[in-house]
Nanobody
Framework: QVQLVESGGGSVQAGGSLRLSCVAS????????MGWFRQVPGKPREGVAA???????RYADSVKGRFTISKDNAKNTLTLQMNSLVPEDTAMYYC??????????????????WGQGTQVTVSS
């Protein structure tokens, strides 16, 4: 049974930083493609960052240079370091796992398992 549990969300002022974590279980994490997504009410879920089993990464243009995704295969943990946060980053953030995907992708349709989400709020 696949489980993804996020933590680390919260409220921060613009310019601040947050670090999101996702602990995974129930599948072969080391070779999986993992991603972080975000969603605000009334809008589709947006791919923020993804990393595949070989460590290749992909970022949305809106977060390049500010966010960093990383995988710790020894701890089955996915991390999203978010710096220089802006109010537009406010959203519910989700961790997701894809099966049968060998290159990092940001499209939500590639991902089959999702965490429960963690809220990030950035105030101006």
């Amino acid at each position: 049974q696949v489980q993804l549990v996020e933590s680390g969300g919260g409220s921060v002022q613009a310019g601040g930083s947050l670090r999101l974590s996702c602990v995974a279980s129930g599948f072969t994490y080391s070779t999986a493609c993992m991603g972080w997504f975000r969603q605000v009410p009334g809008k589709p879920r947006e791919g923020v960052a993804a990393i595949d089993g070989d460590g290749r990464v992909r970022y949305a243009d809106s977060v390049k240079g500010r966010f960093t995704i990383s995988k710790d295969n020894a701890k089955n943990t996915l991390t999203l370091q978010m710096n220089s946060l802006v109010p537009e980053d406010t959203a519910m953030y989700y961790c997701a796992a894809a099966r049968g995907l060998d290159r990092a992708q940001l499209g939500a349709n590639w991902y089959t398992s999702w965490g429960q989400g963690t809220q990030v709020t950035v105030s101006s």
